[in-house]
């Protein structure tokens, strides 16, 4: 298994509220991404880096920034929390050494986000 | 705007018979097409993908058709296992920072 962890695995928190998720990675893989899983949606994509300090938008992106300061970390907060920001969060990493790897993502085991 | 789909959310089938997963796309820009599999409590993981060039790829008991002109893709599981229930998501990429998933179909097996 790649080595991604994310952490809490677990949180609830208050509308309003600044919350971090942190993902953390030991393959040295250049691209790390963070997806939401919502029922009806899927997996949708909120921000992802290519580099560190190097971020782009996704989908989703409002509501989300993320920050990138060491190859192995990226940081995803939502400034203020609401409601809908209730979700399941994923992080994920890939690195596109060769076509063979284009596209696989190997996915943390997530971050359920209960905010009230 | 959902770019892919998966309009089955739920599907059964007995041990040792074949599980047909569907997928439609809207974007024919898509040149990469990747099936995830997802236990409960767990992160997705990579099953096999399929490059816009090919109709077919084939893993041992797994099986990836794409049929461009209908912008369909399909996923044959043969013969199916207890072990294969789960969710499965279909993923496209029109380049390799763009990646979107249909919703999810949950497959179970019964034995």
């Known amino acids: 298994d790649a080595g991604i962890t994310q952490s809490p695995r677990h949180k609830v928190t208050e509308t309003g509220t600044p919350v971090t998720l942190r993902c953390h990675q030991t393959?040295?893989?250049?691209?790390m991404y963070w997806y939401r899983q919502d029922p009806g949606h899927g997996l949708r994509l909120i921000h992802y880096s290519y580099g560190v300090k190097d971020t782009d938008k996704g989908e989703v992106s409002d509501g989300y920034s993320v920050s990138r300061s060491k190859t192995e970390d990226f940081l995803l907060t939502l400034e203020s929390a609401t409601s809908s920001q209730t979700s399941v969060y994923f992080c994920?990493?890939?690195?596109?050494?060769?076509?063979?790897?284009?596209?696989?993502?190997?996915f943390g085991s997530g971050t359920q986000l209960s905010v009230l | 705007d959902q770019q892919v789909k998966q309009n089955s959310p739920s599907l059964s089938v007995q041990e040792g018979r074949i599980s047909i997963l569907n997928c439609d796309y809207t974007?024919?820009?898509?040149?990469?097409f990747l099936w995830y599999k997802k236990y409960p409590a767990e992160g997705p993981t990579f099953l096999i993908s399929?490059?816009?060039?090919?109709d077919k790829n084939e893993d041992g008991r797994f099986t990836v058709f794409l049929n461009k002109s209908a912008k369909h893709l399909s996923l044959h599981i043969v013969p199916s296992q207890p072990g294969d229930s789960a969710v499965y998501f279909c993923?496209?990429?029109?380049?390799?920072?763009?990646?979107?998933f249909g919703a999810g179909t949950r497959l179970t097996v019964k034995p």
């Open positions: 393959e040295n893989h250049r691209y």
């Open positions: 994920a990493i890939s690195e596109f050494a060769s076509r063979d790897t284009v596209g696989k993502l190997f």
């Open positions: 974007n024919s820009m898509f040149d990469y």
């Open positions: 399929i490059s816009s060039i090919k």
């Open positions: 993923a496209a990429s029109a380049n390799n920072n763009d990646m979107r």
